[in-house]
């Protein structure tokens, strides 16, 4: 997992909560991403970040808001959660342009 | 979607066969990855193939690109029952930093 640590592991949250997943790295990359995986759709970009205040959108970015405060820190929150973001979902550090991206274990959040 | 695609969506093969699965994607790239995900874990980087390169190796992978056609091959020669899992190609667009992963191929190998 190269330093990529996901919190919470599991979550089931009721719909209209906001909830706040947390991503940590130990190994200084630049770059972080917050993607979501569903059966058939593979992995979908949420936001990523490409440095302290840095972030932009990716492909399924409503419904969701992201910060990065700190260079090892990176958060997603769903404002008000919706069965449709019930999902795994992962966080990723690195530098795709010249190598690869890390991975951590995953939060399986589910909306109830 | 600026997903690319990977195909087949499913492969079964028995131990000891070659694996090939193939990658499409949609936009301008410096290079192209490929990712193993065992069930229930983050994804793993096996191999990067810059975009002019043709060919790499790695092991028992061999990773082709075609940027002409915009579409790349992944080939795990004398599988075994360990290489079970989801495989992903990844795309950085060229000139960002953002990183898009494809469907994937979900590869099942038989002892």
């Known amino acids: 997992d190269a330093g990529i640590t996901q919190s919470p592991r599991h979550k089931v949250t009721e719909t209209g909560t906001p909830v706040t997943l947390r991503c940590h790295q130990t190994e200084n990359h630049r770059y972080m991403y917050w993607y979501r995986q569903d059966p058939g759709h593979g992995l979908r970009l949420i936001h990523y970040s490409y440095g302290v205040k840095d972030t932009d959108k990716g492909e399924v970015s409503d419904g969701y808001s992201v910060s990065r405060s700190k260079t090892e820190d990176f958060l997603l929150t769903l404002e008000s959660a919706t069965s449709s973001q019930t999902s795994v979902y992962f966080c990723?550090?690195?530098?795709?342009?010249?190598?690869?991206?890390?991975f951590g274990q995953g939060t399986r959040l589910t909306v109830v | 979607s600026q997903q690319g695609e990977e195909d087949p969506q499913a492969l079964s093969i028995q131990e000891g066969e070659n694996a090939t699965m193939n990658c499409s994607y949609k936009?301008?790239?410096?290079?192209l990855q490929w990712y193993r995900q065992n069930s229930g874990r983050g994804l793993v980087h096996l191999i990067l193939i810059r975009s002019n390169e043709r060919e790499k190796h790695s092991g028992r992978l061999r990773v082709t690109l075609d940027t002409s056609k915009k579409s790349s091959s992944l080939l795990i020669t004398a599988s075994r029952a360990a290489d079970t899992a989801s495989y992903f190609c990844?795309?950085?667009?060229?000139?960002?930093?953002?990183?898009?992963f494809g469907t994937g191929t979900r590869l099942t190998v038989i002892p």
């Open positions: 936009t301008s790239i410096n290079n």
């Open positions: 990844a795309t950085p667009p060229e000139g960002a930093n953002n990183l898009f």
């Open positions: 990723a550090a690195g530098t795709p342009q010249t190598g690869e991206a890390f």
